[in-house]
């Protein structure tokens, strides 16, 4: 299905004292400024897609990727969004108890992730490192799969590190595809490739520069 997206918007800036001390200092006009952050980009994403973006902190990553989910949610064959910075966690929550219709099915969700240690079930969220926060974010995304066709991730595993990412991204890829959802993912790290395996590659440049690949197989 072909999207085609434009973001614009503007910024404004302060009239205050040092404001225009600034200006004046560095000759530059405190008018309103147009950006145009995508400009009449075609993007073509088919059911199942894994949607890899990627490029520098700044260039409208984040952007895109909402806009790309907010015109798939339009869609009924794609299904519901779930974006999984819009999921409530509570910092006294305990994992095995939050996540998973049972015992059984918790245990294999916090596994699926990377947290596979007895003593972390029976940890509280706020208990975690940074990585293992984003790792269980992810795990109740997956919980949550059976009621959306479509998976949205900002900042993707920016906080871990890279060998964690990787194994993070193929496990994702793996149990996205098993279950014939969509992937959006956005994020600066331009090494998860391989892992993921996406359909379509989004390089996003500054401006309105960007480069679209697609590698479906």
Do not use: W
């Amino acid at each position: 299905m072909l999207f085609s997206i434009d973001a614009v918007f503007e910024q404004g800036y302060p009239r205050t004292e040092r404001a225009i001390d600034v200006a004046q200092a560095f000759g530059i006009a405190l008018n309103t400024r147009i950006f145009k952050v995508l400009d009449g980009v075609e993007v073509n994403i088919e059911p199942g897609d894994v949607v890899y973006i990627t490029g520098e902190s700044g260039s409208g990553k984040s952007i895109l990727l909402r806009t790309l989910a907010e015109h798939i949610s339009k869609h009924k064959i794609f299904g519901k969004v779930c974006i999984a910075d819009n999921i409530k966690i509570d910092e006294d929550e305990i994992l095995v108890e939050r996540i998973g219709s049972s015992t059984d099915e918790a245990i294999r969700l916090l596994s699926s992730v990377g947290l596979n240690d007895a003593y972390l079930f029976l940890r509280c969220y706020k208990e975690l490192s940074d990585g293992q926060k984003y790792r269980y974010r992810v795990a109740k995304v997956l919980a949550r799969g059976s009621r959306y066709g479509v998976l949205v991730f900002d900042e993707f595993c920016s906080t871990l590190d890279r060998d964690t990412a990787k194994v993070v991204a193929y496990m994702l890829q793996k149990i996205v595809r098993a279950n014939g959802k969509t992937l959006l993912i956005a994020t600066a790290h331009d090494d998860l490739a391989d892992d993921l395996k996406p359909d379509v590659i989004i390089r996003k440049g500054y401006g309105s520069r960007i480069s679209i690949e697609y590698c479906r197989r």
